[in-house]
């Protein structure tokens, strides 16, 4: 719990870490690179380059592990999204909108990886549902459910 808390420290006077000024300016930056980008397969090519090369600069082992199955099984499930970045995370769009992301460990020093779910994925069920989920590691078992969840999400 403190090492969480340390991460999570505000180190200056706008409220923000470290960690999350630098996820905002690579965000910044893919806004950016993306307004400079050709279009069509180009720049689906550039995005999943993007993507890739995101995972291959994880600092963590197990990080980058996860990252390349939780990509893997993504595509798998899914292969109408367009890979990309997102806050310098793995990010999968539909229709120009981040509908999954992963979010590393090292990202902001936090115990797990996350498998992320904006609003657009169609996980609804009733009126509360999870949107985020922790991922340890990866087994048959977890396969079936990512899989099914990224088949629900896309709808």
Not at 34 to 42: D, I, L, N, S, V
Not at 71 to 96: C, Q
């Amino acid at each position: 719990m403190a090492r969480m808390a340390e991460g999570r420290a505000s180190t200056g006077n706008d409220g923000f870490t470290a960690d999350e000024r630098a996820a905002m300016k690579e965000r910044a930056a893919e806004l950016r690179a993306e307004a400079k980008r050709a279009k069509g397969a180009a720049k689906a090519e550039a995005e999943l380059n993007d993507l890739l090369e995101a995972i291959a600069k994880l600092p963590d082992e197990d990080d980058r592990a996860l990252a390349t199955r939780l990509h893997e099984l993504i595509m798998a499930a899914a292969p109408t999204l367009a890979p990309r970045t997102w806050y310098g995370m793995p990010a999968y769009a539909l229709d120009g909108k981040v509908l999954c992301f992963v979010q590393p460990a090292s990202k902001f020093d936090t115990r797990y990886t996350t498998l992320g779910f904006n609003d657009t994925a169609r996980l609804d069920d009733g009126s509360m549902w999870p949107a985020s989920f922790a991922v340890m590691s990866i087994g048959p078992a977890e396969e079936e459910r990512i899989t099914e969840l990224v088949r629900r999400a896309v709808g």
